[in-house]
């Protein structure tokens, strides 16, 4: 299995303001995304996270306000652009095809972010 | 993925029966699947997977049964403990998905009462 670390793990941030957030995978992985999941719901897909090229991002989210990097195997981040109390949310990085298992998806503890 | 609204279905049981969450999905195409376990503040746990070849399998006190004529997957949970009190998550994705990408239900949420 791929043991994924975030950071940090929680924020309270100014609306207007931005906040990147790291992912670390403890093996190169093939493919890694960023989720976000509102309290009590089930998790959305915000982009799928490209080595050495542009995010592919899913409906609803835009490069603008939601850049990410992945510039290795085992690293990415993403950023939350010009927040609102709207971006309040746990923002979770997932890996896959580490170490064989081609197939199997884990996540990281998440990013508990709260706007004002 | 999928979001329902804040009230999660909530499944029940007292400790040390048997739970079984129960998942439905609707494409035909997907062939690989996913349970996953969350508990309060913490990131989605892998807990047992399942390819469209198969319709059981078993790891530790968990099962999962797949039944793809009605496209339904479900996750049995032997002995229920405390510590099995989580949400509930199944995923699927299809071969023909280029991005593989998981689509996630809307999940359930096991209490077990002491």
């Known amino acids: 299995s791929a043991v994924i670390s975030q950071k940090p793990s929680r924020d309270i941030c100014q609306r207007g303001t931005s906040l990147t957030i790291q992912c670390q995978v403890d093996?190169?992985?093939?493919?890694m995304f960023w989720y976000r999941q509102q309290p009590g719901q089930s998790l959305t897909l915000i982009a799928t996270?490209?080595?050495?090229?542009?995010?592919?991002?899913e409906s609803g989210f835009v490069i603008d306000k939601f850049p990410i990097s992945r510039p290795n195997l085992t690293f990415s981040t993403l950023t939350v652009s010009n927040m609102s109390p709207e971006d309040s949310s746990i923002y979770l990085c997932?890996?896959?095809?580490?170490?064989?298992?081609?197939?199997?998806?884990?996540f990281g503890p998440g990013t508990r972010l709260t706007v004002l | 993925g999928e979001s329902v609204g804040l009230h999660l279905p909530t499944l029940s049981v007292q400790e040390g029966d048997n739970s079984i969450i129960n998942c439905a999905y609707s494409?035909?195409?997907?062939?690989?699947f996913i349970w996953y376990k969350q508990e309060s503040g913490k990131g989605p746990q892998f807990i047992i997977d399942?390819?469209?070849?198969?319709d059981k399998r078993q790891g530790q006190r968990v099962t999962v049964l797949l039944n793809k004529t009605v496209k339904h997957l479900s996750l049995q949970i032997a002995a229920t403990q405390p510590g099995d009190s989580a949400v509930y998550f199944c995923?699927?994705?299809?071969?023909?998905?280029?991005?593989?990408?998981?689509?996630f239900g809307g999940g359930t949420r096991l209490m077990v009462k002491p």
């Open positions: 997932s890996a896959r095809g580490a170490g064989g298992h081609g197939d199997t998806q884990y």
């Open positions: 399942i390819r469209s070849n198969m």
């Open positions: 996270a490209n080595q050495g090229s542009e995010a592919t991002y």
């Open positions: 995923a699927e994705t299809p071969s023909n998905n280029a991005g593989n990408m998981l689509t």
């Open positions: 494409n035909s195409a997907s062939d690989y």
């Open positions: 093996s190169q992985v093939t493919m």
